[in-house]
């Protein structure tokens, strides 16, 4: 959620469009409901877009190779653990243009989905082990940005223009802002 705004304000053009979204569709006094989801497309490509770009666990859980296997010209040994960068396959630009600007609107064409198949974008894993929280997750992740977004003015500390916020991570087993985000609310609603 941090990224999420912290990527909309730095990009003000995605959130007056995450804005226009709810705007005509629900009045202003408005309390966004999980069902209200499915009408705010724009929003949900908002969440996808900065989970590609800022994975919160960016190299998946650790697995090992059930048996030797050779990948891309490499030997991959039996018992070796393997980590799947998908922070480093959400960035790459062999699969997104303008790999490392915040574009929400790439989501909006195509099927890429969060649930393991697309392999360029991987933020709750794949396969067997895939996060058995997704669906939950998911859900979660939009309402509140969707609720933030919609529910509240936000600005920056005096002095912090939108284009100066700085994105710098910190890196670990979960992927977090350096700095941690401060934002002024005031409500809408
Ligand atoms: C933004 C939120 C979340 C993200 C990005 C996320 C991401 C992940 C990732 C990348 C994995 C490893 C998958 C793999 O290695 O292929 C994982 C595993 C898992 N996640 Fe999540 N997760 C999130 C929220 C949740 C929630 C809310 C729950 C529980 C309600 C949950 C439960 C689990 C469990 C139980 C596993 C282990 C699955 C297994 O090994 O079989 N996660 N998650």
Not at 61 to 73: F, I, T, Y
Not at 91 to 98: A, F, K, L, V
Not at 106 to 126: I, T
Request: overall charge negative; hydrophobic content about 40%; proline content about 8%.
């Amino acid at each position: 959620m941090e990224w999420a705004l912290a990527e909309l304000l730095k990009n003000p053009d995605t959130m007056t469009a995450a804005r226009r979204e709810f705007d005509g569709k629900f009045p202003e006094c408005h309390v966004i409901k999980e069902s209200d989801l499915a009408d705010l497309p724009y929003l949900c490509a908002c969440v996808k877009e900065t989970l590609r770009l800022h994975p919160p666990a960016p190299l998946l859980l650790p697995r090992r190779a059930a048996k030797d296997c050779h990948v891309m010209g490499y030997t991959v040994p039996q018992g070796a653990h393997v980590f799947v960068n998908v922070w480093a396959i959400g960035r790459d630009p062999r699969y997104w243009e303008d790999a490392s600007s915040f574009k929400p609107e790439r989501f909006m064409v195509g099927d890429v989905d969060f649930k393991g198949s697309h392999f360029e974008f991987l933020p709750f894993g794949s396969g067997r082990r895939i996060c058995s929280g997704l669906p939950m997750a998911v859900r979660e992740i939009q309402l509140a940005v969707a609720t933030l977004v919609h529910g509240f003015d936000w600005s920056l500390p005096e002095g912090t223009a939108a284009g100066d916020l700085e994105m710098e991570e910190r890196y670990g087993v979960t992927l977090k802002k350096l700095n941690p985000l401060v934002l002024f609310p005031t409500p809408r609603v």
